[in-house]
């Protein structure tokens, strides 16, 4: 059964930086493109975009250009490095496969951008 360790979540100030890791066992990780999802209070959970099973990556618009997804497949981690950071990108983080999520999550980790 897949497991997700997401960690790295903190208090930052508007502007500051955070960089997110994710270890994941249950499955070939690299056999599966990863992404990273994020879920604010009151809101359902948004895909912020993908890495491919070869480091390509693709992002949504809310966070193109502020935030950069790595993939270390000898460490089963995927990385969320952001920069430029806002008090809307408050949320719990998660990571999963992408598009199409495993059917299990992990508990996220709390990031929370103080103005």
């Known amino acids: 059964q897949v497991q997700l360790v997401e960690s790295g979540g903190g208090l930052v100030q508007a502007g500051g930086s955070l960089r997110l890791s994710c270890v994941v066992s249950?499955?070939?990780?690299?056999?599966?493109?990863m992404s990273w999802y994020r879920q604010a209070p009151g809101k359902q959970r948004e895909l912020l975009g993908v890495?491919?099973?070869?480091?390509?990556?693709n992002y949504e618009d809310s966070v193109k250009g502020r935030f950069t997804f790595f993939r270390d497949n000898a460490k089963n981690t995927v990385y969320l490095q952001m920069n430029s950071l806002k008090p809307e990108d408050t949320a719990v983080y998660y990571c999963?496969?992408?598009?199409?999520?495993?059917?299990?999550w992990g508990q996220g980790t709390q990031v929370t951008v103080l103005s």
């Open positions: 999963n496969r992408g598009p199409t999520p495993f059917g299990s």
């Open positions: 249950g499955v070939i990780f690299s056999a599966n493109p």
């Open positions: 890495i491919n099973r070869g480091g390509g990556t």
